[in-house]
């Protein structure tokens, strides 16, 4: 997985991915989408990692929704409380949806850590809700910051949670990080990516699930709505 993240990073492929859907009519589909490296279509449908979804989901059928891949400079900023359920009006949450958060060198003194706040996902609250809080502590937040490499942080969707950053200003090091998420099947999801349609179709011609029919299915999905 490092290689195609330094390989993405480094070749312009993040930021032209980026651009494809800041201003899709201008630079379109971007050249090569982070399933197509190899190691990262392999993770999206790991086996022991589909295993726990489908722990989670109570068994039903779901379908992968997107895939980011990033290496973090060691200074990189904190990102302040959030969650990342699909939802517009944040009023509905009979249906599943899971992030799985990679770390694939884990998380120590040297990067930032990641914070949750146990219990946020059953509230209907818009993603935002406390986004002025910035990374300020929270009663009740549980501290990852001590993760082996290779760990992987599964979490429902509607979790709030926020990546705060290392408390000075000795230099640390990259944080490699990947997140894909998947949605119980049963409501039609928002697409985040212009180009959505291609992304499942190149999953199902890369064979990337041949045994789960339902996981790059169309159907499941509502139109792409660019977000203001």
Do not use: N
């Not at 706040?117 to 059953?122: I, K």
């Not at 408390?167 to 997140?179: H, L, N, Q």
Request: aromatic fraction near 8%; hydrophobic fraction near 35%.
């Amino acid at each position: 997985m490092r290689p195609e993240v330094d390989r993405w990073v480094d070749h312009g492929l993040r930021a032209r991915s980026i651009d494809s859907v800041r201003d899709p009519q201008r630079f379109g589909v971007p050249p090569i989408m982070e399933l197509e490296l190899p190691a990262h279509g392999e993770l999206i449908t790991h086996a022991p990692l589909l295993r726990v979804i489908d722990q989670l989901m109570g068994r039903a059928p779901y379908v992968f929704h997107h895939l980011h891949s990033d290496r973090q400079a060691p200074d990189v900023p904190g990102k302040s409380w959030h969650h990342d359920y699909e939802d517009g009006a944040q009023d509905d949450r009979s249906a599943t949806m899971i992030h799985a958060l990679h770390y694939l060198d884990g998380l120590d003194a040297d990067t930032s850590s990641l914070v949750v706040l146990p219990g946020s996902h059953r509230e209907h609250a818009d993603k935002a809700a406390r986004v002025h809080l910035g990374t300020r502590p929270l009663p009740g937040e549980v501290v990852l910051d001590a993760l082996p490499p290779g760990s992987t942080v599964v979490l429902h969707s509607a979790l709030f949670h926020a990546r705060r950053p290392r408390p000075d200003d000795v230099p640390g090091k990259p944080r490699y990080f990947v997140d894909a998420s998947y949605c119980e099947v049963g409501r039609l999801w928002p697409p985040v990516k212009p180009y959505w349609r291609y992304m499942l179709r190149r999953a199902r011609e890369l064979d990337l699930a041949p045994e789960r029919p339902e996981l790059f299915a169309e159907r499941h999905f509502s139109e792409y709505v660019r977000s203001a």
